[in-house]
């Protein structure tokens, strides 16, 4: 790709970025959120088509100008977004085979279509039956069907976005063993990705962009490059570390759960939280670790008035007191705070503005008498813009137009508007770069340091392990470990994670 | 340029993401104007005003209610059916019982609660799709109607008329207007001025750049000039004619439930509920309460304004009401509302509602048949939201807001109401 300008009205998402890729290696684009890296992709796959940006682009040899997604398709360039390009209420087969459909005679040949699609799991190591539905599988799964969906459009550089975004460790794995694969047939990859490790593991060569410019290729096969040296050419600084300096403060024990039932909202014979007790002291910041699926979420919310799956039983303490949480609105009043891990989907409303979302939780702070005070509300957002160094310029602004990072931001000063004493953050740094992922660090350290006790869940061990005072491992509804900062390993946790041992009741 | 820009902003109070609702309003001009020439100045007579005012009120009172509704990510087609079912009952009651009439309006109030709780607990307590539910309601209070009123007409007694038919009375010297009228409409003008010192106040409490005082100057100016003007032309028409009392309930519904959505907590869930129902719940808003109070809130519109237009038309028929839900619907859509809910100004349902009766009653006017009339309106209801769903994914906004660029200081629509809308955004533009 050569030097490619993108505009959007008003802005300059990419200018002169030059791309070179060869053929067979795993080409790995790195960037902070909003460095044009889904942009430069876009382009390449003809989501943006020719004629809507400047420069050109040389495929095997020839210039090309895709018209759209399928031009660039037809071409064997292949591109999985982040999202997921999957009808939920499909089976496997056909959603493979989506908009490709193999016919006889003008009908579907769904014999062919089931035969073809098993050769093509197989590819990817998928072994499900090709009649699932895909929303009965788990989303590493989905993955698989999606590369598999690649497969069966004779891919010839396929094009990753956040790949492993949403996978747990071992998903990730085997994501990663398969593009190593597709290489010894050679098969070009493109790899967008924040996780560093990975890329490190994975890359031939990496193109790092910021703020829409191509920064440097390394060669990575040539050795010499390291996680510190792909972080300096995002950020185009030294990050001294990862996390910011904090010093723990630990009070009393002053939130507890007790013996904590919970079963799936629909299948009734499916436990999610099968008698889990935690506890929570003040000042102290807790992790909760485990595989995805393993059931960390579930008990968040459902811990948070009742806003997941069918409550069994179980107790609440809070400051020695048993509490009754029936719904959000009693948690928030009880002095909890639950930051959803899909800030999009579900954590905002993305028609809103950032003044409108930072009050949301908590309106009856900025009104009287059921009356909202416009200036109270714009007084309360304005504080937080500044005080979490949110980047938009007004409060007014749609926090649609905001990045990643900026999104979580408006999402954590809507939960510390409301004065919680408890906050749950689910996964709070995915999807966001590193620069952002440090800042967000910093703000749970301080609201640790003011005395609040945070409930951190991520799938990232590192983080876990550099932030969190304590950790608790999940495994299948249950609480496996309950492990002290001083004994957090990577190893240690993920035997935790994976064991079947129930934590004896405290 | 920019200088351009920000006096459209100051003068509008909103932003360029309202392009659509500025837009409609300077379409509601344009239209307004081209039937005043081709009509020879019949429509913003005296007699034409008041008619327009009678005629289209309680169709404006539906959109109020609807408005909320597709707000918060519903449709309701049963409103016309509640509105014939309600009418019946109510002229009944005083035919048969000698209800006094102010009770009967209480009594048609109340059947507007009931069937709101019936249609409010099937959407938000069991989860039937309000599409399905009200669906079900159309039939339902259509059917009802008939079987009360044994698909008869019943005619109501002359009190009860007021509400519909009636003006403000004639009191105080001889001035040769509508007294009552007139200090309306100067009320009316003391509060847009108000309105604009409390919104500079506001704007300097949040440290916020107030727009030049003489920008705050043309904007009252213009409003203030088109009250006077609506206020002359309804004080001086025929002598026993003034404001309608419909309009006059129109024009205070307006104002309570555009302070409601826009300025109460109870206002901004809706605005929750329609844009992210799970974030909402996640952030504790009660769902299955706004859900149900936002369908009972339109049963009882849809209840009054089957009144008003009993009241109007002196009787009720089997007949009333009959494809209502869809002129409501049609103004909320045309005003900027989206069909995936969250958006959405009173305000600007009501200036779609005004587009559709100027419309309509300019055509008449002008002796169209009511062939062409339905299909001009359908077409314009086509092209309003397919212009912005156009532009919507071309990622700017409207033409009709680009076009008016360079209509500076135009005007205002003929309703005694400012027309500024919070700062919400309708078009979802793509950003890497």
Known sequence: MRSITK????VKALSDVNLVVKAGEIHAICGENGAGKSTLMKVLSGVYPHGTYDGSIVYQGQEVRFSDIRASEHAGIVIIHQELALVPGMSITENIFLGNEPRRNGAIDWKAANRQALDLMARVGLSEDPDTLIKDIGVGKQQLVEIAKAFAKDVKLLILDEPTAALNENDSQHLLDLLRGFKERGITSIMISHKLNEIEAIADSITILRDGKTIETLDVTAGGVDEDRIVRGMVGRELESRFPDH??????TFFEVKNWWVRHPISAERMVCKGSNFHVRRGEIVGFAGLMGAGRTELAMSVFGRS??????????????????KSVADAIDHGLAYVSEDRKAIGLNLLDDIKTSMVAAKLSKVSTNGVIDSVKEYKAAE???KSLRVKAPTVDEGVTKLSGGNQQKVVLAKWMFTDPDLLILDEPTRGIDVGAKYEIYGIIQRLAEQGKGVIVISSELPELIGLCDRIYTVFEGQITGDIPRSEADPENLMKQMTSTKKLAAR | MSRFKDLQKNLFGGTTSNARQFGMIFTLVGIVLLFQIW?????????????????YSYILI?????????????????VGSIAAFVGIIVAKVMADYDLPWPLAILVGLAIGVIVGAWQGFWVAYVGVPAFIVTLAGMLLFRGGNQYIGNADTVPVPQGFRQIGAGFLPEVGPATGYNNLTLLLGLAACVAVVLRELKLRKTRTEMDAENAPMWVSAIRVGILVAAIIFVTLRFAGGRIGTSFPISGIILAVLVLAYSFITRNTAGGRHIYAVGGNARAAELSGVKLQRVNFMVMMNMSILAALAGMIFVARSAASGPQDGLSWELDAIAACFIGGAAVSGGLGTISGAIVGGLVMAVLNNGLQLKGVGSDMVQIIKG???LLAVAL???????GRFSIIGTLTRSFRGGGTPASPEPTQQSGREPVKTPVA
Do not use: C, W
């Open chain 2, 379 to 381: 077409l314009v209801l």
């Open chain 2, 39 to 55: 009509t020879n100045g019949l429509t913003l007579s005296s007699t034409n005003l008041i008619i327009m005012v009678q005629q």
């Open chain 2, 388 to 394: 912005d769903v156009y532009n919507k994914a071309q």
């Open chain 1, 7 to 10: 505009e959007f009205p008003g």
């Open chain 1, 383 to 385: 504080g937080y813009r």
């Open chain 2, 62 to 78: 539906l959109a109020i209610g609807m408005l909320m509704v597709i707000v918060a990510g519903h449709i309701d087609l049963s």
């Open chain 1, 247 to 252: 010093t723990p403060k630990i009070g009393e």
């Open chain 1, 308 to 325: 997941y799956g069918v409550f069994l039983g179980g107790e609440i303490y809070k400051d020695g007191k048993r509490i009754e949480l």
